[in-house]
């Protein structure tokens, strides 16, 4: 079946980088664009930015572009997002999502916590 | 980009129907055919139930409809159900191949 798998929770300190992974299996890894979108507790959905997995262009949100690189490896069919300079602000549950062949968000990862503490 | 404008709460009682407006600008929501929304229970994922406006994905119940008047959204839920309390976002692009949420709805079902 159509999933996105992604990795475990991570503790970071401030200042340091976090990477997750988001590995897609079920259907053709290039065909689809995936989205990374992250929750802080108890707050909204926030859209961080999206990759077309097939060419590999990116954007990101302007809020966090200076910081958040998304970038995919076809052969592993596993998409990337990596944030810099993490701050207490960046505690959150981080998902990757596939945008379907209509332009909702159709498939979800089951997320991944990060949280940034000293 | 700003958040689309939702509601914070909105509630009903067992099969009565309620409606979530999502509202924004015409450089997303009004500018574009690309609204979706979904349901959040919580700690679980999102899970699409509206995609372009007013199409619901295989398996989602038709009491769920989507529609859209100029810059606002609209998320309709009739017969509402026990289970249907959750948290309810919309998603709009929003040019220049950004994508925006709104700040989230809670639905009580009394």
């Known amino acids: 079946q159509v999933q996105l798998v992604q990795s475990g929770a991570e503790v970071k300190k401030p200042g340091a980088s976090v990477k997750v992974s988001c590995k897609a299996s079920?259907?053709?890894?290039?065909?689809?664009?995936i989205h990374w979108v992250r929750q802080a507790p108890g707050q909204r959905l926030e859209w961080m930015g999206w990759?077309?997995?097939?060419?590999?262009?990116?954007k990101h949100s302007q809020k966090l572009q200076a910081r958040v690189t998304i970038s995919r490896d076809t052969s592993a069919t596993t998409a990337y997002m990596e944030l810099n300079s993490l701050t207490s602000e960046d505690t959150a549950v981080y998902y990757c999502?596939?945008?379907?062949?209509?332009?909702?968000?159709?498939?979800w990862g089951q997320g991944t916590t990060v949280t940034v503490s000293s | 980009q700003s958040a689309l404008t939702q509601p914070a709460s909105v509630s009903g009682s067992p099969g009565q129907s309620i409606t979530i407006s999502c509202a924004g600008t015409?450089?997303?929501?009004?500018?574009?055919?690309?609204v979706s929304w979904y349901q959040q229970h919580p700690g679980k994922a999102p899970k699409l139930i509206i995609y372009?406006?007013?199409n619901r994905p295989s398996g989602v119940s038709n009491r769920f409809s989507g529609s859209k008047s100029g810059n606002t959204a609209s998320l309709t839920i009739s017969g509402l159900q026990a289970e249907d309390e959750a948290d309810y976002y919309c998603?709009?692009?929003?040019?220049?191949?950004?994508?925006?949420f709104g700040g989230g709805t809670k639905l009580t079902v009394l």
């Open positions: 999502a596939r945008r379907g062949s209509g332009h909702g968000v159709d498939v």
């Open positions: 079920g259907y053709t890894f290039t065909t689809y664009s």
């Open positions: 990759i077309n997995a097939g060419d590999g262009r990116t």
């Open positions: 015409s450089s997303d929501v009004g500018g574009y055919n690309y």
């Open positions: 372009d406006v007013s």
């Open positions: 998603n709009s692009y929003a040019s220049s191949d950004t994508w925006v």
